[in-house]
């Protein structure tokens, strides 16, 4: 089981992204916590926004009002919408998948906004 994020790119600053994390021959994402994170250069990673399995929300203040968080359990994924985007939202975006199952990072896909 792997967890596939996707949607990943360059973009001029206050344009939008949208980001998907998909498991491949699973239904993992749909019984998880699933959890986006991010690594700016020279940074530490950062927690950006969670989904319970429940379908509660959360975010990190810098993303507040510009990013959501959301589930499609029909399709098994998860997707972050990136609105407004700023200089400082670039970096690897990895999703994580917290389950009874088993804990799983993605490989990360790059966002890189410019001005």
């Known amino acids: 089981v792997q967890l596939v994020e996707s949607g990943g790119g360059l973009v001029q600053a206050g344009g939008s992204l949208r980001l998907s994390c998909a498991a491949t021959h699973s239904n993992i994402v749909e019984i998880s916590d699933i959890n986006w994170y991010r690594q700016g250069p020279g940074k530490q990673r950062e927690l950006v926004a969670g989904?319970?399995?429940?379908?509660?929300?959360a975010y990190a203040d810098s993303v507040k009002g510009r990013f959501t968080i959301s589930r499609n359990n029909a399709e098994n994924t998860v997707y972050l919408q990136m609105n407004s985007l700023k200089l400082e939202d670039t970096g690897v975006y990895y999703c994580?998948?917290?389950?009874?199952?088993?804990?799983?990072w993605g490989q990360g896909t790059q966002v890189t906004v410019s001005s």
């Open positions: 989904i319970t399995e429940e379908g509660e929300t």
């Open positions: 994580y998948a917290h389950s009874f199952i088993a804990d799983l």
